[in-house]
Nanobody
């Protein structure tokens, strides 16, 4: 079984920065793309950023130029550096990974438990 554990959320003032981390653990698996999604109160979950197995990033228009996604393949970890945070960025942030398990070669979409980011003065 593969698990994702996020960390790094918290309370930050507008204009501030936070760095989220998400580490995958388990056995007999490999990870393809990873990503971050957010869900604000009363709204649907939406894409923030994704990164491919070759570390090519993709961003939602709302975070371009402010957020940076990166990954450490050896550590099965993905990061989200969030700068110039706005109150509208307040949400629960979820990590996602496309996982292939061995030896059965199943393809799974795995989600973390979420970490709360609150941007407020």
């Amino acid at each position: 079984q593969v698990q994702l554990v996020e960390s790094g959320g918290g309370l930050v003032q507008p204009g501030g920065s936070l760095r989220l981390s998400c580490a995958a653990s388990g056995s007999r698996f490999s990870i393809n793309a990873m990503g971050w999604y957010l869900q604000a109160p009363g709204k649907q979950r939406e894409l923030v950023a994704t990164i491919t197995g070759s570390s090519s990033p993709n961003y939602a228009d709302s975070v371009k130029g402010r957020f940076t996604i990166s990954r450490d393949i050896a550590k099965n970890t993905v990061y989200l550096q969030m700068n110039s945070l706005k109150p509208d960025d307040t949400a629960v942030y979820y990590c996602n990974a496309g996982v292939e398990t061995y030896p059965d070669y199943r393809h799974l979409a795995v989600w973390g438990q979420g970490t709360l980011v609150t941007v407020s003065s």
